[in-house]
């Protein structure tokens, strides 16, 4: 055989073709242009006011934000024939910078390839800077200019890599001032932002402090996560979801849904899946109506969850328990144990779990925890010169910290954000908890999530009560009646000899038989057997009667999976391709008609892509005050799962069949691949489309 780095050998065509770095699959995507909504088919678009949306302003946004404040949302509309002024000032020559900020989203190269295209298509002298690296690249002028050929190469492709991102807050005079300094530099007409809440946020500031330099600033809305959504003070939906949600949603469906298939195969593996998403649960509702999981778990129903019993027990004691509202950790596991308990009774020794990574905020106790510890380390940070983490490195000296505040509040007798109680519950949780809720907050102040084995700590108390119940006899895997009856009489046992001393069920018609629960070893088995006279005290039970005792032992094993930074890497779906080239144009849009403190946006996201309708967001209308870094702060709301919303009502309605706790085969639905071209009723979330049809 030729040696294998021949130079011949690898300049075989075939080995070429074998060895290029895009296949074809990935040279059709790379070709694909997504249709423009019509309005863009236009030679200019202009923008039309809409007054019909309002808003409930904040007086903190009229002070903080006055210029952009009473931006209404604008309408794009396409102009077959413009007028000259019209004309001129769309075909202005620009010069525009982009940027990434924070995590990346499947759909952004295609923000810059729309935005290039519509600028180009307008004036192809008009030039476009990437910032690189994200805000850090606004803040130290590091920038490329986007070509055509770097275009070219990332056309519906996933990743921020053309350009990168980063999570630096501009949130500084200092840090404006070098923004505004590199716009000058490139004597820039407009900056385009593309983020999620807290980088749309960033636009907002960026836009006012930049206003009287007439550089506009606008942004884009990014995040896989879902929860920057825009409604008018009416509700109506204004930005549906965000770019990138629909792709990473899919992708850890299709990933799910493989492990269905593969528990199902062996039934031996219960798969839990934490998906990322946030403190919001939009991912994993959507992860779960395209996959049909046996278990989902939805943070913002934790919330809402009420105690009645407890409630009832302390009304009868004259009482409030305070507790009863909410879920606690503890109730949650409870109810993971029951799905486990009554699959494990037909048999079912397998199943697959869905978490999203955000749960543990909706649950009163962590969330406590949570903001509690943001304030003492924004608290720490503001007052000393080093940070937190530097100053208090391993997890023994940060709990030491904990202990001092504990101590001092206790001794001096006055309020403190952390008092003897927090820090003896606090010990209580896992060393692994203790280190994941201590980490450092992200450059916002937020929690990182993404961080934190939630489905570790969940699974460990589940496990805690699983052994409890399997003590009691309440957890058993239910015998396939037929089985049953094979294996006694091939081992000459007669199976109505045992059956009814065996089971509690044996006389019903139920196909799957339930040892009795006083049975929890072979040894109380020898005993009740000898007891009912079936057994000699000196016999061995009949091996068949002992393999189908410990058939009934449930082994209850897992395998944890987080789906998350794989999914926010997925090549997009043909809905984040096309509604992320739109908006891209969007952005032009709005920088040619010289707007600023916009969002661009694609009003009916939900419908036919011929009824989507591009327009500008107002941002600062819809900011209010939120905790960041332990202070009240001028931010984008983030929206998290209605539980009074269709899609969630769907979830609802369909989990006793998803849990299929019964015999037959599950219910689990295989969504496919991530496709760039349309695929039926899954070229939409299932999300959007539900809470649609739910409206007409
Ligand atoms: P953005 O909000 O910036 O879009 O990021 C979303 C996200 O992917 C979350 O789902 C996740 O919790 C977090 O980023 C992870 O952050 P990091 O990339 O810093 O680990």
Redesign the pocket.
């Known amino acids: 055989m030729a040696p294998v780095n021949s130079k011949e050998f690898l300049s075989h065509p075939e080995v070429i073709q074998t060895t290029r770095t895009h296949n074809k699959v990935m040279e059709k995507r790379l070709s694909f242009i997504p249709e423009l909504c019509p309005v863009f088919k236009n030679a200019c678009t202009e923008l039309h006011p809409d007054m019909r949306h309002r808003f409930k302003i904040h007086p903190a946004c009229r002070d903080q934000l006055p210029d952009i404040i009473d931006n209404p949302v604008q309408s794009v509309a396409g102009v077959a024939n413009p007028d000259e002024h019209l004309s001129q000032r769309y075909t202005k020559k620009q010069h525009i910078g982009i940027v990434f ?5 499947p759909g952004g190269h295609n923000v810059i390839a729309g935005v290039f295209d519509a600028m180009r298509s307008a004036n192809p002298d008009s030039r476009l800077f990437g910032f690189l690296m994200g805000p850090d690249g606004l803040l130290e002028s590091n920038y490329i200019e986007l070509t055509r050929e770097i275009i070219e190469a990332h056309r519906n492709l996933g990743g921020f890599y053309m350009i990168r ?1 980063g ?1 630096t807050k501009i949130d500084t005079k200092a840090k404006i001032a070098l923004a505004r300094e590199t716009c000058k530099a490139l004597d820039l007409d407009a900056l385009v932002i593309v ?5 749309n946020t960033n636009a907002a500031f960026l836009a006012q402090e930049l206003y009287n330099d007439g550089i506009q600033v606008l942004g884009v809305p ?4 879902g ?2 959504q825009a409604k008018d003070i009416e509700g109506n939906s204004l930005c549906t979801i ?1 770019f ?1 949600f629909h792709t ?1 949603a899919r992708a850890f469906a299709h990933d799910i849904s493989n492990l269905c298939t593969d528990c199902s195969s062996d039934a031996k593996y219960w798969h839990v899946c934490r998906v ?3 403190s919001a649960s939009h ?1 994993g509702l959507e992860a779960g109506l395209q996959v049909h999981p046996n278990i989902l778990v939805i943070g913002e129903e934790l919330a809402e969850f009420i105690d009645t019993e407890r409630l009832e027990k302390a009304k009868k004691q004259g009482t409030i328990d305070y507790t009863a509202y909410g879920m606690t950790l503890r109730h949650l596991s409870r109810v993971i144990c029951d799905g486990i308990v009554r699959r494990a009774a037909v048999g079912k020794n397998y199943g697959v779990i869905v978490i999203p ?2 749960v543990l905020e909706f649950i009163n106790e962590i969330q406590i925890f949570i903001i509690k510890l943001n304030t003492i380390i924004a608290d720490y940070n503001t007052t000393h010169d080093t940070d937190f983490h530097t100053d208090f490195f391993t997890l023994e000296e940060k709990l030491d910290y904990l202990r001092r505040l504990a101590r001092l509040s206790r001794e001096e007798g006055t309020f403190s954000i952390w008092n003897t109680r927090d820090d003896d519950l606090f010990n209580d949780l896992p060393d692994f908890f203790q280190e994941e809720l201590l980490i450092e907050r ?1 450059s916002h102040g ?1 929690f ?4 934190v084995q939630t489905e570790k700590v969940i699974m460990g108390l589940v496990k805690d009560y699983l052994k409890i119940l399997q003590d009691k006899g309440e957890y058993k895997m239910g015998i396939e009646r037929l089985w049953y009856h094979r294996t006694l009489e091939s081992g000459g046992v007669r199976a109505d000899a045992y059956g009814p001393l065996l089971f509690q069920n044996y006389d019903s018609d139920d196909p799957y038989l339930l040892m009795r629960p006083s049975f929890v070893s072979l040894k109380t088995l020898k005993q009740e057997l000898v007891k009912s006279g079936t057994l000699d005290e000196e016999d061995d039970i009949p091996s068949p009667v002992k393999k189908i005792y410990q058939a009934s032992v449930p082994k209850f094993k897992t395998q944890n999976h987080f789906y ?2 794989d999914g ?1 890497g997925n090549d997009p779906t043909w809905f984040d391709c096309t509604y992320t080239y739109n908006l891209g144009w969007t952005a032009f849009s709005l920088i040619a008609a010289n707007a600023t403190g916009q969002m661009a946006g694609i009003k009916h996201l939900e419908k036919d892509f011929s009824q989507w309708k591009p327009i500008g967001i107002p941002i600062a209308p819809m900011m209010h005050l939120e905790e960041r870094k332990g202070r009240l702060a001028l931010v984008l709301e983030r929206t998290t799962v209605d539980i009074d919303s269709p899609a969630f009502q769907v979830v609802k309605a369909m989990r006793e069949k998803w849990l299929a706790a019964e015999p037959g085969p599950d219910d689990y639905r295989r969504p496919g691949p991530v496709l760039y071209a349309g695929e039926g009723e899954d070229d939409h979330p299932l999300t959007l489309t539900l809470n649609h049809l739910a409206k007409n």
């Open positions: 900020s924070g995590g990346p989203a991102t999570r983020g999620g809440d807290d980088s990014k995040t896989i996560d929860d920057l965000s990138g990473a990322m998403g946030r991912i990574e955000g992200d937020n990182q999530f993404s961080q998350g930074y926010r």
